[in-house]
């Protein structure tokens, strides 16, 4: 078991968002998730690795309970979590090299030597060694989220959680990215995926699980969820969304 969550709460004000997930993530699992905006997708991601602080409930990680964890022992755990959000969130006066180098030489005290030859591996496995001394501000949208991944990888996590990581892009520049995810759930990386690209969930997933109204209406293989969903809820969604 690589993350499970009980009864994971969460309340902004006094809206609730999240209303009581039960949820396991297997170690090389890819679970996607899916469901409308504002269904609560992006908060319960962030509540996996204490981004967001559930209002009640629990998340285990790695048989260890985090949700209450002191902030430097929890900044240990989130070493073993990657994130990708939507914006890339690079710095712009550091060239490509010394953005994915940089976490490993702070963080874990690599060596620079040693820290810029896995960023270059990261870079090329990402497709994007060309680019190692290029600066962001250089980069198309789909090359600067790809170097975000490569950032995200050179910590060595356990498992990488994705926040709609194609959402910000032009449609040219999503395929890319997809490529670059797809690689990674074929090496057997453990993937938390919220995104609205369903052709990247019926190919990719292990699991496929619809959020709506902050609860977990539905969850099963694509070819349960896309071909013969139960909930009432999912079929509706999936019928707006595959007719587009």
């Known amino acids: 078991m690589m993350i499970e969550t009980k009864g994971l709460k969460k309340s902004f004000d006094h809206t609730e968002v999240i209303k009581g997930i039960d949820a396991q993530v297997q170690q090389g699992q890819v679970i996607v998730i899916i469901g409308p905006s504002g269904g609560g997708k992006s908060t319960f991601l962030r ?9 009640a409930g629990t998340v285990t990680f790695e048989g260890q309970n985090i949700t209450d964890l002191p902030a430097n022992k929890l900044d240990t755990v989130r070493e073993k979590m ?13 060239d490509v090299l010394a953005n994915v180098a940089l976490a490993p030489q702070r963080v874990k005290g690599s060596s620079q030597k040693a820290a810029s030859e896995q960023a270059m591996t990261l870079l090329d496995q990402v497709g994007l060694a060309d680019k190692a001394h290029a600066y962001p501000a250089s ?30 892009l032009d449609p040219e520049m999503v395929g890319e990215v997809l490529k670059v995810m797809q690689g990674l759930a ?28 902050g609860v977990l209406a539905e969850k099963g293989t694509p070819e349960q969820i896309f071909d013969h969903p139960q909930n009432e809820r999912t079929q509706s969604f999936l019928a707006k969304v595959l007719e587009q």
């Open 47 to 55: 509540m996996l690795n204490m981004l967001e602080q559930p209002t």
């Open 82 to 94: 990657g994130m990708v959000f939507q914006s890339f969130n690079l710095f712009p006066n550091m």
């Open 139 to 168: 980069l198309s949208g789909g090359q600067q989220q790809r170097v975000a991944i490569a950032r995200a990888l050179a910590m060595g996590p356990d498992v990488m959680l994705f926040d709609e990581p194609t959402s910000a």
């Open 186 to 213: 074929k090496e057997g990386m453990t993937m938390v995926v919220v995104t609205h690209e369903m052709g990247f969930a019926r190919k990719v997933a292990d699991e496929v699980w619809f959020m709506d109204g």
